[in-house]
């Protein structure tokens, strides 16, 4: 599923969902192409994980918000896995792969 997120509220929400499951925050550019083929990759992978996301452009303060509070340091295109609350891995450009994504959120439960 992808959810987009616009506001403080948004972010609150996708962190919440990660006390449930693990989510993936994907923050990227509308005019990148490391970001296009980055979100290809995202889009292959939404029918298996919770993707939240937002497009850098448009959500600046969003965008430097989730920086701040996991403590993971801005990039575009980024992909930021979360786990109760907290950054778990993050991804960066060539590195944001659908398989990368589902074996990481599929580790957590592994260790259930």
Request: with cysteine.
């Amino acid at each position: 599923m992808f959810h987009t997120m616009n506001s403080p509220q948004d972010l609150d929400a996708a962190l919440q969902a990660s006390h449930e499951q693990p989510i993936v925050i994907f923050k990227h550019s509308n005019n990148c192409p490391f970001s296009a083929r980055a979100q290809e990759q995202v889009a292959n992978s939404k029918h298996d994980l919770e993707i939240y996301g937002i497009v850098v452009q448009y959500a600046k303060e969003l965008s430097t918000a989730i920086a701040d509070r996991l403590e993971v340091k801005h990039a575009s295109p980024q992909a930021i896995v979360v786990k109760d609350g907290k950054a778990a891995a993050h991804y960066w450009r060539s590195e944001i792969q659908e398989e990368t994504l589902k074996e990481k959120v599929a580790s957590f439960g592994e260790a259930s």
